[in-house]
């Protein structure tokens, strides 16, 4: 009688089978390879009198990609392989959109806290000449502060108000022309703005009337598409059955936006703003054309006179040349940085604030 022996279905090699009765690799193996391949990289770069950070870095990358992907192919299986291949390239892109970021947050550093102080930080530039080692931000501060606060008082009414229609009650026709004309505001050139202020405030001043109150106006026209897209997109992430149970109570449907949605919402609204804030408070273009570029002295008054802020004081710094004055441009660039990561932390506070309790 004979008798044949049948192979399990599945049991060949490179079937998903047999791949899952492979073995692994180490936990520590990957830590382990990209040491060894960085230490081995530089060994060579050194031996050869070319060692670069950007090509130790690259090199180590290549190698250890190729020689983990080899490694997993043996041992685990090509599915495995594949795997670690896919995250070790999304990794080492993660690494490569970083690296421009540290650098610039390394060098503003590196050369901002030279003359990054308290006395920086609490004296203006009155009465003080180019050439002196003296002066400081704190009328720079005050314009940024006073001329993003009124920026952000107009726009975010507006903004978010706006956004509320477009997902609460618009529909038709007018909705598409909302949202284009919103589209085409987000992509504007920043000094368009400038100009379509300085246009306006000839019209109902006369020419030559800059303030910090046209500057605000001018960043408001670039904040309300980037506050009104943002909260768009968080309002559409509400629940419909958050609504619908509301409307099932017999509650009105400004009273479920007031007291379901916006609060539901609260986190991602906030964030969105604070992009927008981010996103203007850094402008020099309009403001240059706006608020005066020659102001040294203190001005709490948004509709009285030229406004100093950080960004146009950056720019004067750097176009009057000199080791002083570049300077006094770096730390102030640095206080630019600190100042909008002062405000991401406060409104992480208050988002955390108005959103609804989970318990």
Request: with cysteine; glycine share 10%.
């Amino acid at each position: 009688m004979n008798t044949t022996t049948t192979q399990p279905s599945g049991a060949g090699t490179g079937s998903p089978a047999n791949e899952m009765r492979r073995g692994s690799l180490p936990n520590h193996f990957p830590a382990m390879l990209l040491a060894s391949c960085a230490a081995v990289v530089a060994g060579i770069l050194l031996a050869f009198s070319s060692f670069g950070f950007l090509l130790w870095g690259l090199l180590t990358a290549v190698a250890y990609v190729v020689i983990i992907a080899t490694a997993s192919a043996r041992v685990e299986g090509g599915r495995k392989a594949k795997d670690r291949l896919v995250t070790a390239v999304v990794y080492g892109c993660f690494l490569v959109a970083m690296l421009p970021l540290v650098s610039v947050l390394w060098t503003v550093l590196r050369n901002g806290i030279v003359r990054f102080d308290g006395y920086f930080l609490s004296v203006s530039m009155s009465g003080v000449l180019p050439s002196m080692d003296a002066g400081g931000v704190y009328h720079a501060i005050v314009g940024t502060l006073a001329i993003t606060g009124m920026a952000t008082l107009i726009s975010v009414p507006i903004g978010v108000m706006t956004a509320i229609y477009l997902v609460e009650y618009a529909e038709g026709r007018l909705k598409r022309i909302i949202i284009f004309f919103v589209d085409v505001m987000t992509g504007i050139p920043s000094i368009v703005a400038g100009l379509f202020v300085v246009a306006l405030w000839m019209i109902l001043f006369g020419p030559g009337e800059t303030n910090g109150a046209a500057g605000a106006i001018a960043l408001s026209v670039l904040m309300i598409p980037v506050v009104v897209r943002s909260s768009e997109e968080m309002l559409r992430l509400v629940p419909q059955d958050l609504r619908e149970a509301s409307y099932a109570l017999g509650v009105p449907k400004w009273r479920t936006i007031t007291r379901v949605v916006l609060p539901t919402s609260a986190g991602g609204l906030t964030t969105g703003i604070m992009l927008a804030i981010a996103r203007v408070i850094g402008e020099t273009a309009p403001l240059i054309l706006t608020t005066g570029s020659s102001a040294t002295a203190i001005n709490w008054n948004l509709f009285d006179g030229q406004m100093m802020n950080l960004p146009v004081f950056i720019y004067s710094q750097v176009r009057m040349g000199g080791a002083v004055n570049y300077e006094r441009a770096w730390a102030a660039a640095l206080t630019l940085i600190l100042v909008v990561m002062l405000l991401f932390f406060l409104a992480r506070i208050i988002g955390r604030m108005f959103a609804p309790k989970t318990r």
